[in-house]
């Protein structure tokens, strides 16, 4: 099980390739990084983890690095919206009432 910071270097590296630890830092699609808020030395040390169990490899995912990553990738989704018009009072007390019969 990956924790959140190795997961986020894992998937920087695969999505976009890195050659130090402050490329990895880096997100090209301007998305925010919870890598960040990590000190050099934190961040160090979750590379060094990920380098330790093998999934890593000068800055490169390795097989095994691949496969990891690929238990978390999307295949396939679906996308649900719900919601409605807004009732606002305005437009509740201006709608036509219908007659009542007795």
Do not use: W
């Not at 890195?18 to 880096?26: D, K, Q």
Request: proline letters at 4%; aromatic letters at 8%.
């Amino acid at each position: 099980m990956l924790t959140k910071h190795e997961f986020e270097v894992l998937k920087n590296i695969s999505c976009y390739g890195a050659g130090s630890l402050l490329e990895i830092t880096i997100d090209p699609a301007g998305c925010t990084s919870c890598l960040k808020s990590l000190s050099g030395d934190e961040l160090g040390q979750v590379y060094s983890n990920l380098q330790q169990r093998g999934y890593v490899d000068d800055f490169a995912l390795t097989k095994l690095g691949e496969a990891e990553i690929d238990a978390y990738r999307v295949h396939n989704a679906v996308i649900l919206a719900a919601g409605g018009l807004e009732m606002s009072p305005k437009l509740i007390y201006s709608l036509p009432r219908t007659p009542h019969f007795i």
